[in-house]
């Protein structure tokens, strides 16, 4: 099946964007991706790349602006939810931790789970410096910036996190976040 030219420069230009955001330049890129996304409302791919470049470069608010808007043209236009493989996936945390959690969405996500009583899990396996990686995975830091904070190497942030999620028996990172806000390391902000 032959693919139309326009669709194949769209798509050029979406792997175009995914290097420049693998190269780090999230915030000199956003003005050309609003461009994209204005141009392309639908693509979800552009919409996830948006959100990622506005979260990296620590604008937030506007990341999840992005997604809302372009959940509602979705749904509105085509009765659709947002497909998991892109516009979701730049919602939630990558397994490597390359992308974090947004801190509202953590929260509230944090809040609503926590609110009903559970006992406290232990965290008597973990070292003091497995507990801080802990810590700051619950408050939504990807290993590069736990590896900055603690400076330390990544390879040696993502030891511990192989280490302590291995020691708790969990098995994603959602999980992790979820021990560090039940364990009482983090607590939601009010």
């Not at 919602?91 to 609110?115: F, I, N």
């Not at 999980?175 to 009010?190: D, F, K, N």
Request: proline content about 4%.
């Amino acid at each position: 099946m032959k693919v139309p030219l326009e669709e194949r420069r769209i798509i050029a230009v979406e792997e175009l964007f995914d290097a420049e955001l693998a190269a780090g330049r999230h915030l000199a890129i956003v003005a050309d991706l609003v461009d994209a996304v204005t141009t392309n409302p639908v693509r979800e791919r552009l919409t996830g790349q948006l959100m990622t470049a506005l979260y990296r470069g620590g604008r937030r608010a506007e990341a999840l602006a992005a997604y809302r808007r372009t959940r509602q043209l979705l749904t509105d236009e085509s009765g659709l939810e947002p497909g998991p493989d892109r516009l979701l996936a730049a919602l939630t945390a990558v397994t490597d931790g390359e992308a974090v959690y947004a801190p509202s969405v953590l929260r509230r996500l944090v809040e609503a789970y926590t609110e009903r009583p559970v006992a406290r899990p232990s965290l008597d396996a973990l070292t003091a410096r497995e507990q801080e990686v802990l810590r700051l995975i619950g408050r939504g830091l990807s290993n590069h910036d736990i590896a900055g904070r603690l400076v330390v190497a990544e390879a040696t942030v993502k030891t511990h996190v192989t280490r302590l999620m291995a020691k708790l028996g969990l098995t994603s990172r959602a999980q992790a976040v979820v021990m560090a806000y039940e364990s009482g390391l983090v607590h939601p902000a009010r």
